[in-house]
């Protein structure tokens, strides 16, 4: 049980971040608004070495690494298809895709899901593409630009490694793995940006644009990130890493109560989905 708080806690504070980053996005540029949510995400998971810290080890340090180049990946992709405007197909495809994706890994690793909990990950999946419709119309990705889609693969397929690396890496060294993983990811944006900055492609003076939300939006997705390492560890990756990935509840849920979205039906049925998946996923 103390797994689903973990990761219910996980996907709200992740749904919470990309709600925030996504409105920065339309500001700046999705590598200033990473930029910034990286270096906050850092903040968070540093200081949580503090009380959390353990000896490192080669393999968690390599597992952090890869962590980091999934988060970075994932985030990359899906800022750039929210600030595209294709929120209502990329935010759940990319969703989809890191739950059904870890899902796998943890069954080929060796993950063993009652029947009930093989109908709770179905459900999970299927409340994930409903939950973020905004036009009244099921996801379809025939629906998106190939860019689109290539954004929500790529985004999804981040998630993931984000996902099976964490949970690879084990508790043995404490929150090194997450740490290095944020350091790993905030790297690889600082050299995007600088390229981009030298090539006059991003203008990095659009921070003080952005930093008021995108701040708030690290902050959250490094707790978001150390909840879900700890979840992961107490429970089954492929369960875990399913009921993080509801995160696009969170999100609407917020532009909803905040930018005064319209529930749609069957919006309303993918809420519902969602708490009958994690209600079965917590039975055991």
Do not use: K
């Not at 990309?18 to 409105?23: C, R």
């Not at 920065?24 to 503090?50: D, E, H, K, N, P």
């Not at 299927?126 to 990705?141: D, F, T």
């Amino acid at each position: 049980m103390v797994s689903i708080v973990l990761a219910l806690v996980s996907a709200i504070t992740y749904g919470t971040s990309d709600f925030l980053a996504g409105l920065m996005t339309r500001r700046a540029s999705v590598f200033v608004v990473t930029f910034v949510g990286q270096a906050s995400a850092g903040i968070v998971t540093w200081f949580a070495l503090l009380w959390a810290g353990g000896p490192l080890s080669s393999g968690a340090a390599l597992w952090g690494v890869a962590a980091g180049s999934g988060a970075w990946l994932g985030t990359i992709f899906l800022y750039r298809g929210l600030a595209r405007g294709s929120m209502s197909v990329v935010g759940p495809v990319s969703a989809v895709i890191a739950a059904a994706g870890s899902a796998l890994v943890g069954v080929l690793l060796g993950d063993r899901l009652s029947g009930v909990e093989s109908c709770g990950v179905l459900l999970a999946c299927a409340a994930i593409a409903l939950v973020s419709v905004q036009n009244g119309e099921a996801p379809s990705v025939s629906s998106l630009s190939t860019s689109g889609l290539l954004d929500a693969i790529a985004a999804g397929v981040g998630f993931a490694a984000l996902f099976v690396s964490l949970n690879r890496a084990g508790t043995g060294s404490g929150v090194w793995p997450v740490a290095i993983g944020q350091a790993t990811g905030l790297g690889l944006v600082v050299a995007v940006v600088a390229v981009l900055g030298l090539r006059r492609d991003v203008d990095v003076r659009t921070v003080s644009r952005v930093w008021t939300g995108a701040v708030p939006a690290g902050l959250l997705g490094g707790a978001a990130t150390i909840a879900f390492f700890y979840a992961t560890q107490a429970g089954l990756l492929s369960v875990s890493a399913v009921i993080a990935s509801l995160y696009p509840a969170a999100t609407v849920a917020l532009a909803i109560a905040f930018l005064h979205e319209r529930v749609r039906r069957i919006q309303r049925v993918g809420l519902g989905l969602a708490a009958v998946a994690v209600a079965l996923l917590a039975i055991r």
